[in-house]
């Protein structure tokens, strides 16, 4: 697999996107939509070329992992391939078996979370026999549920995808068949003005899909969210950013309309925290990025869009 460097921000004009979106949203909406689905494409056409029989799929949180994941089943299909996802998150250890950060809290962002030797039997079973019963996590019970399982079954015609944080581990795909493409997403993007200043930083953008997504499906107050934001973007460093460098394509998420959809929300949500503590400042940061974008309605975003996966209840 090659050795890629890390794909430099690419910057967007703030000015012009605004422009168009001001124009006519429909028709900017709908070209960043035609944008993520070419890049789509292109992966799958790139993974049945490379004759690869697993993809491994990988990202930094809030990248759309899981929606680009089915996207991407859903366009190998369209090209003749029968393609399988398989949430990595369904391989954790036992809660009570994870490791642990410095000050003694439990790390779920390490590669020693996840049972790998089962993630490698199962994988080795299914190509050998054609059949097998993957796990499934319960994360209510903080165990394997012991009365579920995920039948899966292969021949020479699928793709398994296997799609979580440490897709890329070179720990992970040691155990598994040569047969790999390797796929890294992310929001890319920086929003620039006219002086090539930054007004909203791709990190940011990717932390504010978070907050908002947090909100909706999980009941998280946006302050907690931004508590958590430190680990896991030190799990980020640490375990996912250094293994990019094996990916065979990048996939820059981002979409050109975004932050004008999450800015009358996200300025709500932030406005309402009284005391933000340690956290103020990036309280305050993405306040005044986000200041900058008009709001535009969230009817306009597609069913399937991937940018559902942050603004629609799961």
Known sequence: MPQNQYPSRTPKSFEEISRHIFENPQVAVGLAEQSFQDQI?????????SGAHIILLTGPSSSGKTTTANL????????GRRAVRISLDDFYRNRSEMPLWEDGSKN??????????????????????GHVDFPVFDFTLGTR??????P??????????????HSLHPELRRGLADCCFGIYIHPNTNYVDENGEIILEARDLRLTRRIIRDSINRGTPPLGTLRM????????????RPNSQYADVYINTCHDYEPFLY???IIEMLSAIKDA??????VDRLLRSFRHFFSIDVGLVPSDSLIQEFISKN
């Open 152 to 165: 899966v079954d292969y021949d020479e015609n699928t793709i398994i995808i296997y799609e979580g944080i």
């Open 229 to 240: 934001w430190k680990d896991v973007r030190r799990g980020e460093i640490l375990y996912i």
């Open 263 to 265: 800015t009358a929300s």
């Open 72 to 79: 991407l089943v859903d366009d190998l299909a369209a090209l």
């Open 145 to 150: 549920s012991p009365d579920r399982v995920h």
């Open 277 to 282: 503590g340690d956290m103020q400042e990036t």
């Open 108 to 129: 779920f962002e390490a590669v020693e979370c996840l049972d790998l030797d089962c993630l490698h039997d199962c994988t080795h079973q299914l190509m050998k026999t």
């Open 41 to 49: 494409r292109t992966m799958s056409e790139a993974a049945v070329q």
